[in-house]
Antibody, heavy 118, light 111 residues
Framework: EVQLLESGGGLVQPGGSLRLSCAAS????????MSWVRQAPGKGLEWVSG????????YYADSVKGRFTISRDNSKNTLYLQMNSLRAEDTAVYYC???????????WGQGTLVTVSS | QSVLTQPPSVSGAPGQRVTISCTGS?????????IHWYQQLPGTAPKLLIY???NRPSGVPDRFSGSKSGTSASLAITGLQAEDEADYYC???????????FGGGTKLTVL
């Protein structure tokens, strides 16, 4: 059974940076594309970014393009999201999920909360 | 505003049937991209409910079904149970945005 565990969330000031991690187990990690999806407090879901299994192809929502970078280390079964120039509107629970933007996401991790505030 | 449009809320009594609509456009649902549905119980991560318009992952009861036609899709839940009370989201791919898009979510209340 695939399990995903996010970490790295926390409180950061506007303009600051944060790196999220997502550790995968129970899956041949390198065989699967992965994505990040976020949910602002009390709001709906928003796809953020995706990466192919070998890391060679990356995809971003317009709202984060140029500020966020997705990457993966297949030797560590870990997905990352480097978030720079953070804004208040980036405040959300960030979920990692197995899947590409063109298809469905399954499963999802439990999420990690990022709060951007001074 | 979300790219895919869902009603904010629906409700039904136990045992009844409810449907949740998801309306898109020619760059997503109407461009023949598949629709997927998720259930999010309070305080938990979303869970895949329907994939590829009308397919249920293992473990999802057959009370849940999906359909798609033109630029719209629907999730139907029959035999409503109290445990179905949750938020439901549709998702597809949008060729104009070159990314995945979600509906705004629908809160299902079991009366």
């Amino acid at each position: 059974e695939v399990q995903l565990l996010e970490s790295g969330g926390g409180l950061v000031q506007p303009g600051g940076s944060l790196r999220l991690s997502c550790a995968a187990s129970g899956v041949s990690f390198a065989n699967y594309a992965m994505s990040w999806v976020r949910q602002a407090p009390g709001k709906g879901l928003e796809w953020v970014s995706g990466v192919s299994g070998n890391g060679g192809s990356t995809y971003y929502a317009d709202s984060v393009k140029g500020r966020f970078t997705i990457s993966r280390d297949n030797s560590k079964n870990t997905l990352y999201l480097q978030m720079n120039s953070l804004r208040a509107e980036d405040t959300a629970v960030y979920y990692c999920a197995k899947g590409v933007p063109q298809n469905w996401f399954d499963p999802w991790g439990q999420g990690t909360l990022v709060t951007v505030s001074s | 505003q979300s790219v895919l449009t869902q009603p904010p809320s629906v409700s039904g009594a136990p045992g009844q049937r409810v449907t949740i609509s998801c309306t898109g456009s020619s760059s997503n649902v109407g461009a023949d991209y598949d629709i997927h549905w998720y259930q999010q119980l309070p305080g938990t991560a979303p869970k895949l409910l329907i994939y590829g318009n009308n397919n249920r992952p293992s473990g999802v009861p057959d009370r849940f079904s999906g359909s798609k036609s033109g630029t719209s899709a629907s999730l139907a839940i029959t035999g409503l149970q109290a445990e179905d009370e949750a938020d439901y989201y549709c998702q597809s791919y949008d060729s104009s945005l070159s990314g995945s898009v979600f509906g705004g979510g629908t809160k299902l209340t079991v009366l």
